[in-house]
């Protein structure tokens, strides 16, 4: 799949992005089940664990204490506000799963003995310093292969033993020199909680200053029957502003970005903050829904989903996987945006 980001972002806002993958129904991507295990069909936001978020090589995707594996609670304050301006706001109205067989975010799972590798980033001020534990030429990289990659160019990296997850974003390797060169890079410890591990104001390889891997729909856990998670999204257009668990804000410009000459209050008033999470109202009918779509809607439902990045509206990102049934996901994309609902956010960080 090939990836193309449509605008530059702002204020060190690195991983925007808005690509241009061949989507099965025509349309255009941002990035680009066999029915096993048991579909959830509760239409209620539950209280309380899950499961557990899973594990990933061995390692646990953060604790089940992490914002990222907390489910919303059934009684959490609305939003109306936000809720309104989200939809009213968004340039596309429909939910977007932004993976499957073809395309999506892959990562790399490499034992405690993995050699690290030079690296240097273009925002080093605001990256976890290398050597990263990479794989060279035969690295799983979003948007094409190592040496010739297109789009966020994203490499997310899970060791086994110390369960440190490293992610890079726009990330190129060079043969000669077995050497990568990413935008920007993050290092998290997945055995504790993710926010407050890197300094706030910092971004990431998103650009909420957010892990990718725990926001990703994995194909090995909807085959298992349930997500235990909240799950990334994007928008096309967010304010100078952050809220938890996100520690960094992005105001993309461009043909795709923000409006032209929408800033200052006017921005802070009709685009949300990085981090805001909303969920999958309890009243929408999942029932009728195809089992890997089923599985995906009811996370959204009980754990939601996170602003983490820019990119096209309601978009939300999984892993690249041959198991997934793209009709099946592609269900997913009759789910209008205003059938979601913002959580009342707290306070804005700038």
């Given amino acids: 799949m090939l990836r193309t980001s449509l605008f530059a972002c702002a204020v060190l806002a690195v991983g925007c992005s ?163 060169q990413c935008g920007s890079g993050a290092k998290f410890d997945l055995t504790k909680n993710s926010y407050g591990q890197r300094p706030i104001k910092w971004t990431s390889a998103d650009a909420a200053g957010l892990a990718i891997l725990p926001g990703l729909v994995r194909y090995s856990e909807v085959a298992a029957g349930v997500v235990n998670h909240a799950i990334r999204f994007t928008m096309h257009c967010t304010q100078d502003g952050y809220v938890q668990p996100a520690s960094h804000q992005a105001v993309p410009r461009g043909g795709s970005g923000c409006p032209a000459g929408v800033v200052g209050d006017a921005l802070r ?13 309890a009243s929408y009918d999942i029932s009728a829904l195809p089992a890997q779509a089923k599985i995906v809607a009811q996370a959204m439902k009980t754990y939601g989903m996170i602003l983490a990045d820019n990119g096209s509206d309601y978009f939300f990102q999984g892993d690249l996987d041959p198991g997934w049934n793209d009709d099946q996901i592609n269900a997913l994309k009759a789910i209008p945006g205003n059938a979601f609902e913002a959580i009342t956010p707290g306070a804005i960080g700038r």
């Fill in 18 to 180: 808005d690509s241009t993958a061949a989507d099965t129904d025509g349309g255009v991507d941002e990035t680009g089940v066999t029915e096993t295990g048991t579909p959830i069909d509760t239409g209620t936001p539950v209280d309380g664990g899950g499961g557990g978020p899973g594990t990933v090589g061995g390692c646990p995707v953060f604790p089940a204490s992490d914002a990222w594996n907390t489910p919303i609670p059934a009684s959490a304050s609305v939003d109306a506000t936000w809720t309104t301006k989200l939809y009213a706001n968004a340039t596309k109205k429909n939910l977007h799963p932004d993976f499957g067989t073809a395309y999506g975010i892959p990562f790399n799972v490499v034992p405690a003995s993995q050699p690290k590798l030079p690296i240097t980033f273009d925002y080093a001020d605001e990256s976890d310093p290398g050597p990263y534990p990479f794989p060279g030429a035969s690295a799983k990289i979003e948007g094409g292969t190592p040496a010739d990659c297109s789009g966020d160019c994203h490499v997310l990296t899970v060791v086994q033993g110390s369960c440190l997850l490293y992610e890079g974003w726009d990330c190129h390797y060079t043969a000669g020199s077995n050497s990568w």
């Fill in 269 to 281: 008033a009709d685009y949300p903050p990085m981090g805001l999470r909303v969920r999958l109202k």
